[in-house]
């Protein structure tokens, strides 16, 4: 190959790449997809919810129990929501860090708890949580701005074993129920 065709084939690569970004650049922006929220299912306090992935067994936590859950949250809609924000994630770039703590006894915000104590080991949800069940008016971390929507992608990982509680874990169990 000499000079000549060196050259003639540079700017043939040129030109088919100029011609290449004008076709993309002219394509019309296309819309983010939109969740069909009457796709969810209603539980309580106002918490919505979608179940995403099967369990397996049936198999739910108790109060007091230790889960090992991954999640994704956002807010202003889901992921893939044009306005969406990521907030946090138990996926980072050294891969999946599972959070894990003990469920029902106000160890996270409210909606959690809610939520997890009805999903059977193995579930993935998508759920949307209202600011009453979330961090409220005051928001949190500077991140999540106060009276915010909470989304979350959630999958509940693991149950630990049973706890044995001693009286005053069962009383205070009693006084502050969900």
């Known amino acids: ?10 700017t043939t690569t040129i030109a088919a790449g100029l011609l290449f970004s004008s076709v993309v650049l002219a394509r019309p922006a296309s819309s983010a997809a ?6 969810f299912k209603n539980g309580p306090n106002g918490l919505k919810y979608l179940v995403s992935g099967a369990g397996s067994g049936g198999r739910k936590p ?13 807010v202003n809609g889901f992921g893939e929501e044009e306005g969406s924000k ?11 860090k599972p959070f ?5 006894v106000s160890k996270v915000i409210k909606g959690w708890d809610l939520s997890l104590l009805d999903m059977e080991e193995g579930e993935s949800r998508r759920l ?28 509940l ?21 969900l």
């Not at 109060?63 to 949250?73: F, N």
């Not at 991140?143 to 989304?151: D, N, R």
Request: net charge neutral; charged share 30%; proline share 4%.
């Open 1 to 10: 190959m000499n000079r000549r065709d060196v050259s003639s084939m540079t």
């Open 34 to 39: 939109v969740v069909d929220v009457s796709q």
């Open 62 to 74: 108790q109060r007091g129990q230790k889960v090992k859950t991954s999640y994704t949250l956002y």
């Open 86 to 96: 990521k907030i946090d994630s138990s996926k980072g770039l050294l891969g999946e």
């Open 100 to 104: 894990e703590f003990d469920v029902g």
């Open 128 to 155: 949307i949580i209202p600011s009453e069940l979330g961090y409220g008016e005051k928001g949190a971390g500077g991140k999540i701005p106060g009276g915010a929507t909470l989304y979350f992608d959630v999958k």
């Open 157 to 177: 990982t693991e149950i630990g074993k049973m706890p044995t509680f001693n009286e005053r874990q069962l009383k205070w169990l009693e006084e502050h129920p």
